[in-house]
Nanobody
Framework: QVQLVESGGGLVQPGGSLRLSCAASGSSITHHAMGWYRQAPGKQRELVAAVRTTGYTNYADSVKGRFTISRDNAKNTVYLQMNSLKPEDTAVYYC??????????????WGQGTQVTVSS
């Protein structure tokens, strides 16, 4: 079974940047699509970005052009580079190990989350 640990969150001013990391252990993520989610207070958890093993990515409309998901299979780690951050990006960000290789569908394996707060 895979264990996921997110890190890199914190407090940042609007327009700033953060890079989140999702470190996996217990199982390789090499053959799995991976996803980043976020959940703001009072809102449902939403898919922010996903990356397949081929490198194909997709993003929520709200973050297109600002966020970039990537993976380093050798390090068993997935990243989310977040630029031009807005207050509405404030949320707890979660990593998820997908079920499949060439398409993304969430599994039951989640990290504990990392808090991102965008405020002046």
């Amino acid at each position: 079974q895979v264990q996921l640990v997110e890190s890199g969150g914190g407090l940042v001013q609007p327009g700033g940047s953060l890079r989140l990391s999702c470190a996996a252990s217990g199982s390789s993520i090499t053959h799995h699509a991976m996803g980043w989610y976020r959940q703001a207070p009072g809102k449902q958890r939403e898919l922010v970005a996903a990356v397949r093993t081929t490198g194909y990515t997709n993003y929520a409309d709200s973050v297109k052009g600002r966020f970039t998901i990537s993976r380093d299979n050798a390090k068993n780690t997935v990243y989310l580079q977040m630029n031009s951050l807005k207050p509405e990006d404030t949320a707890v960000y979660y990593c998820n190990a997908g079920v499949y290789t060439y398409s993304y569908y969430p599994s039951d394996y989640w990290g504990q989350g990392t808090q991102v707060t965008v405020s002046s």
